[in-house]
């Protein structure tokens, strides 16, 4: 994988910063030098040191790597779904063979711990694992005689270039398992906007597809501003658009994109509730809402970030909610005993830290602050820990807005009714969790709570891709969800063929009916 970072370069002397190394953007199978005047710094998390920095890629190259993307389509539209299939299974190989590489990089870019980094770099090949399926999945449909004599059969096809604009927080899970491996798979070309703070990762996985043999302009990663991003909305060339991001930004694409004719799914933020009943188990409950609020620092959109407890066991639940946080190793993020690695990025952290303080001026009850942990050796790092406000209410915004941080919430209710209408009444949507040992309960709350994502007695409801990541109200705009089958769906359209032959007889009519024998 080498070849995607070019010529160490001095920043100039007057910023009194180190050389840093800059990188490339990767266009037509090619890595090659942005002429811009305007680059990204990138930091390792754990240590806030800058480490490279990333070009804001000039319209010209944007426009460079669309055409590129759009000459490659007819011929790996032509490409047999099978060679395709094969290619990807290339792809897993060497995702495979560079696992520990790969896990580093995103490691050291996003501040994901050890084993959340591993799993991000397994998410994407899952994804890529599932795309090669695709002689199966782009199936159609047909029937011999629809109507008498006539034969009707669906096909889908890809529909050309799409355009893929990536998050911070997963590097390699979302551009390279939720967004490419589908969409080339099904026959289509792609430009990936890799996120500008966070692109290394995508970029090695460019070299892999590259090595793979995927074909050159097939796939394409840039890193850019939002001004650039408007030019592929704007495009005409690109047919569909994939984001996942807040959900302000989020509406944004989806209403331009969708003003320009195009096919669009915008994945968004999140505000993901646990309603805990006092019959659950309380020990292993508390465990799973650690492990789903803590991990990745809380930067995913399906972190667990408030709980309804019930008052029966609120004061015990909120106790040994402390006491298990108490015991998270916070370190640097390729220690392989830390547990809560960085946030990602300096202006996060501190907007983070600020949700923090106004949660304390709102008037919820702080009981852990994670605002003052010190990591020794890594004085300069991102670091937060483990935070739990608890008696959260309805006016306050530390509860019903996304924080995207290591801080969990607790509201109180009195019965499950309660709790599942405070955990309805927020406007996101994305996952919901149950912890009960009643069968009863599950079930209500499998049937009316909100989430798209549910989680009975799982504090991640995220299921394996061949289901879809399927999150509801404003954490989601767009009919047709990714991974799953509504994937398919997504990066093809179909065609009906409807066909007739004519017997002897029928060769000499001159009289033909009004719906040409089709009903």
Partial sequence: MEGFLLNKQSIPKGENKMAVEKLQYFVNGQFKDSKTDVWYDLHNPSTGEVVGQAPCCTNDEVLEAIEAAKKAYPGWRATPAIKRAQILYKIRELIIRDMEELTM?????NGKVWGEAEGDVLKAKEGTELATQVPSLMMGESLMDASS??????????????????????????????????????????VLKAASLTPKTAMKFAAIYKEAGVPDGVINVITCSRNEVNTILDHPDVKGITFVGSTPVGLKVYSRAAAAGKRCQALTQAKNHALVMSDCALQRTVAGVINSAYGCAGQRCMALTCCVVEEAIADKFVAELV?????????PSWDKTSKLGPITYKKHYEEVLADIQKGVDEGAELVLDGRNVKVEGYENGYFIGPTIFDKVTADMTIGDEEVFGPVLCIKRCKNFEEGLKIMNDNPYANGSVIYTQSGYFARQFARYTDGGQVGINVGIPVPVGFFPFSGHKQSFFGDLHCLGKDAYRFYTESKAVTQHWFDEEEKTNTAVSTWDGTI
């Fill in 105 to 109: 990089c995103v490691a050291c870019e």
């Fill in 149 to 190: 004599g006539y034969d009707t059969v669906k096909y889908r096809e890809p529909l050309g270039v799409f355009a893929g604009i990536v998050p911070v927080n997963f590097p390699a899970m979302i551009p390279f398992g939720w967004m490419a491996p589908t969409c080339i798979a099904t026959g289509n070309t792609m």
């Fill in 323 to 331: 006491k298990q946080a108490k015991n998270i190793k916070v370190g």
